[in-house]
């Protein structure tokens, strides 16, 4: 990461924290190591990432439904899904520091040194080196190049490591009242299982034809070894998965369409194109027949928001083989020869995208840290360019004074709009003070009150980006603001 990239994630985090968006957990305790909560500005932009993904999956798709599975599941479900056996991290100790890392990010770092020291040639080889080894999942080898790259422990200097071991990722915990009839259960380290395992109860219960979707959102919970860019990588985070159920055989026609639709769904926020960018897995999952990431350029470099995979018959076949329940569609449709398709199990392609990493990347593109100088004066200000249908404040009502009866009016104005869009009210400090704090948290509209406002009832809308000003009706701001927030503007 650039000098100016550092310095502007910093920034950003700051700004997160200082204005109520996300706050590290247990703080007053000295926090938890890759846990985060989110204050009262970060709960409405969740809240509205959240809307717009399910608006757009699920509301104007008719032939998907949303589904809220538990978190805790049978654990046999994770034996079926391979995440028992092959949900793990390479990992590695330091003896002196007694401090654990993933062995892969170990040699990343490396390999980002010798690019910023220009020994490019190095560079290139050790990432293949480093890719070979993660492929043929040889622990020894990535040890090896750990040694041979002389890399030391960033906290105690020193080379002193254990072998490299698989770590797996699932927390897991007991369930049960009593200690001798308990049984251990995992948190789930992703929503998709409790797709797969509902799939005949809302395919019967919905009378869902193929080619059908199910979502959901929900946390998951992964024992990352490594914590790292803030929410980037939690322990305890939130996706909203899509699964969609198709013909074998058409799978490839589907994943090219989620491909796309997908990353237009990121673009409909305004987003610069050039900010995102597809990564085709040459490696892929014992279960995939194809995958993709979409990535976003963050301060410290591109890296994966979503991933769209295409995994076959996998999941729903493991878990007919486990349950030793039947996970088959009948195919009423009729093939090239005018019988019906019959009998199978269904090939999915997956949708997947964290919630949180999706609100990092809204948080880092909207901030921008604007001068504003004139010949005359120095100005600067901070500002969110959010989306202002994912805003989490609308609109802010300000008095232009407390006194004459403005606040009076203004807030019988906070009372017309409140129900329908999420306000705030402010009449400390002057105006542009007022305007300032609205800029910092993205709320795209303020609207004054003042003395012409009780003479024939117009007030002023300030636009955020702009920094214009308008007038209109008062009785006209229901309108105004509802289609200017409107989720038709994202989603046509
Ligand atoms: N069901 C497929 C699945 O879980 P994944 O690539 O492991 O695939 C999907 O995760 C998405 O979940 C990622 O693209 C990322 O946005 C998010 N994600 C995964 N691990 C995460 C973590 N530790 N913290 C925050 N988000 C995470």
Redesign the pocket.
Known sequence: MSKNNDELFKNVIGHAKEYGFVFQSSEIYDGLS?VYDYGQLGAELKNNIKTYWWKSMVQMHENIVGIDSAIFMHPKIWKASGHVDGFADPMIDNKDSKKRYRADNLIEDKIARYEKDGKTDKALKLQADLDAALTADDLPALKSLIEAHEIACPVSGTRNWTDVRQFNLMFSTQMGAMAEDSDEVYLR?????GIFVNFLNVQKSGRMKIPFGIAQIGK?F?N?VIARQF?????????M?MQFFVRPGTEMEWYAYWKQARLKWHLALGTPEEKYRYHDHAKLAHYANAAV??EFDFPFGFK????I?S?TDFDLSQHQKFSGKKMQYFDNDLNEDGKPFGNYIPYVI?T???????FLLTMCNAYEEQDLSTEDRKDSRTVLKLHPTLAPVKACVMPLTKKDGLPEKAREIMDQLKLDFNMQYDEKDSIGKRYRRQDAIGTPFCITIDHQTLEDNTVTIRHRDSMEQERVEASELDNIIGKLVSWKNLLK
């Not at 380290?189 to 299982?193: D, G, H, N, R, V």
């Not at 929410?231 to 996706?239: A, L, T, V, Y």
């Open positions: 890759a380290p992703e929503t998709a299982q998951a992964r990352e929410i980037m990588r939690m322990r305890e985070f939130e996706q998965e990431d979409i994966e928001v979503e991933g995979h995994r997956e997947s995208i964290g919630l949180d990493r999706m």
